[in-house]
C-alpha cells in the first residue's frame, strides 16, 4: 500500500518507513501502548470480560439487529458475570482468553463531521457495550485507532464513509481516557457499477494492476480528484496540484461510481 501511495505521487512525513516521533507506526509494535490504555480503561469501572461467542450471538434470537449492519447489538449478557480478564493480559495470542468489552453510556453521541455535517447516534441502542480486546488476544480496531490518535497527536482524521458510525465509539472511548478529540471528515466511497464498495474479494481493480495495465499515476489521480469535486474535468495532475486550492467545501459528499471502461483501459 506504501509503494501504491508513493506511485500515485502521495508523500507522508512519518511512518514505518520514514521513521519519526511517535514511532513505532505499525500497530503491531504498540501492544505497549494498548496495555496502558486498557488499564486506564479499567480504572473507570467500564471494563468487563466476555465470554460470548460470536456462534452464541446469533443464537440469541432476541438480540435485536441495530440499524449500522454489524449483527446483533450487544445485551449486555456477561456485563454481569465478574469474568477475570486482568490475570490473562500477559497470555499468547494463541490462548483462548476473555475478550474484554467496553461499557458504552447512555445516550445520543452527537458530533460535526466537516463532510456529513451533524452526527448524532444512541452506542448503547445501535451498537452496546463493544469490544476493545478480542478473544484471541487481538487488540480491537475501535481502540487501536483512538490510542494511536491520541498518542501521535492528530488533530484531524480522514476516513472513508463506512467508518462514520464508528466515530461516536471512538469519541465514548477518547473521553473515558480523557484524551481530546480530534476534527473528523468522512470521504465518501467510491463504488462498482452496481454500487457496491469496492472490494478486492469482489475482483475489483487495484492500484497496482491498473499501473500493470500501463496506467500512468497523473491520468489517474485527475479522475481521482474529478470524481471528489477538486477538477472540473479529469484531467492529468500530481497531487501536490491539488494543495493549493484545496478546501472541503469543495469536495463531494456522494459516493462515486467508478465504470469498468474508465478504470480498465490501457494508459
Not at 101 to 123: I, M, N, P
Not at 183 to 202: I, S
Amino acid at each position: 500500500m506504501l509503494e501504491d501511495l508513493s506511485w500515485l505521487g502521495l508523500d507522508w512525513d512519518e511512518g514505518p518507513d520514514v521513521g519519526g516521533p511517535y514511532a513505532p507506526y505499525r500497530q503491531s509494535e504498540r501492544h505497549d501502548h494498548y496495555e496502558r490504555a486498557l488499564t486506564q480503561l479499567d480504572e473507570t469501572g467500564r471494563l468487563y470480560g466476555c465470554s460470548c461467542s460470536r456462534a452464541d450471538l446469533k443464537r440469541l434470537a432476541s438480540a435485536p439487529h441495530g440499524p449500522l449492519d454489524e449483527g446483533p447489538v450487544y445485551p449486555g449478557i456477561c456485563r454481569s458475570r465478574q469474568i477475570d480478564w486482568q490475570s490473562q493480559a500477559g497470555t499468547t495470542a494463541r490462548a483462548r482468553i476473555p475478550a474484554v468489552r467496553f461499557q458504552v453510556s447512555t445516550g445520543a453521541v452527537r458530533f460535526d463531521d466537516l463532510l456529513a455535517g451533524s452526527v448524532s447516534q444512541d452506542v448503547k441502542t445501535d451498537v452496546g457495550d463493544f469490544v476493545v480486546r478480542r478473544a484471541d488476544g487481538i487488540w480491537a480496531y475501535q481502540l487501536a485507532v483512538v490510542v494511536d490518535d491520541w498518542a501521535m497527536g492528530i488533530n484531524q482524521v480522514v476516513r472513508g464513509a463506512d467508518l462514520l458510525h464508528s466515530t461516536p465509539r471512538q469519541l465514548q472511548l477518547l473521553q473515558a481516557l480523557g484524551a481530546p478529540p480530534p476534527a473528523y471528515a468522512h470521504v465518501p466511497l467510491t463504488l462498482d457499477e452496481k454500487g457496491q464498495r469496492l472490494a478486492k474479494r469482489e475482483g475489483a481493480a487495484t492500484l497496482r494492476a491498473l499501473r500493470e495495465q500501463g496506467w500512468q499515476a497523473q491520468d489517474l489521480v485527475g479522475i481521482l480528484a474529478h470524481s471528489l469535486g477538486l477538477l472540473p474535468t479529469p484531467e492529468p495532475c500530481v497531487p501536490r496540484d491539488l494543495v493549493a486550492s484545496f478546501e472541503w467545501a469543495r469536495v463531494a459528499t456522494t459516493a462515486w461510481r467508478a465504470h469498468v471502461p474508465e478504470l480498465g483501459r490501457s494508459g
